[in-house]
């Protein structure tokens, strides 16, 4: 069975203190949460005090991105090794902001994830389609392209450390999440892809997060599509009321 997962992704917010503050409200309500895995990500200048608050407790720490490479001369990037040095377990790799703005390819996720695994880190790589793609038919192609390229050349036990994030770009902090159908639609391809290119087992195991516009009302009806396991929260994760609300949402 695959365990859910919510990670809340909490972007360029956040100051030390209020990171602290943050993370202290979400550990005092979901520090023994086992049933579901939950996953928090704040900016690079809060995670070692987070990692200090959420050790001991069932909340694991994600970074918001990583470089490819080890060390060396790469003015204002961070490595594997920095982040596993202050307890991060897992790492957003590709988001649509990072593919929009700041010049993310396939080609980079690609490396970014090969080293993260290599590195004993857990990439959660995000793929997805925006409106105009949608609106010309091209979701599947954009979808398919995102994951055999994001994911090329994993084997089967490093494609089982990977969480997938089905992000459409037209979903991301708009208010206007994908519907259930509409979630489920591309998770069933994203799942096929996945047969196509490993085995059935290697898909059926595979987690694939939604994100976009998730919140407490409306994850219970996400969560109950049968192949999304779980969610990857944006806004909704900056207060610790609604991540908490969304995690408990997820509870059978
Ligand atoms: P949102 O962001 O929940 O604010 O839409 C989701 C994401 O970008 O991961």
């Not at 961070?78 to 790799?93: A, D, F, P, T, W």
């Not at 994830?113 to 959660?124: D, E, F, N, V, Y």
Request: charged residues 30%.
């Amino acid at each position: 069975m695959r365990k859910v997962i919510i990670a809340g992704n909490w972007k360029m917010n956040k100051t030390l203190s209020e990171s602290i503050e943050l993370a202290n409200l979400i550990k005092r309500s979901l520090y023994d949460m086992t049933e579901i895995e939950v996953v928090i990500c704040p900016p690079y200048t809060s995670l070692s005090d987070v990692s200090e608050i959420v050790r001991d407790s069932a909340v694991k720490l994600g970074a918001q991105d990583v470089h490819w490479e080890k060390e060396g001369a790469f003015t204002g990037e961070v490595s594997c090794s920095m982040l596993k040095s202050v307890g991060c377990e897992y790492v957003i790799i590709g988001h649509s902001e990072r593919r929009q703005f700041f010049g993310e390819t396939n080609e980079t996720v690609n490396k970014k994830a090969k080293a993260a695994l290599a590195a004993g880190l857990r990439p959660i790589v995000c793929v997805g389609e925006k409106l105009g793609e949608r609106e010309e038919g091209k979701t599947f192609d954009v979808v398919k392209d995102h994951v055999e390229n994001s994911l090329a050349g994993l084997s089967k036990d490093e494609m089982l450390r990977v969480v997938i994030a089905y992000e459409p770009v037209w979903a991301i902090g708009t208010g206007v999440n994908a519907t259930k159908e509409q979630a489920e639609e591309v998770h069933a391809y994203i799942r096929r892809l996945l047969k196509k290119k490993y085995d059935d087992s290697t898909a059926r195991l595979v987690r694939i997060q939604y994100g976009g516009s998730v919140k407490p009302d409306n994850i219970s009806q996400l969560i109950g599509q049968e192949d999304v396991d779980g969610a990857l929260v944006g806004g909704a994760s900056l207060k610790a009321d609604s991540f908490i609300d969304i995690v408990k949402g997820c509870l059978k």
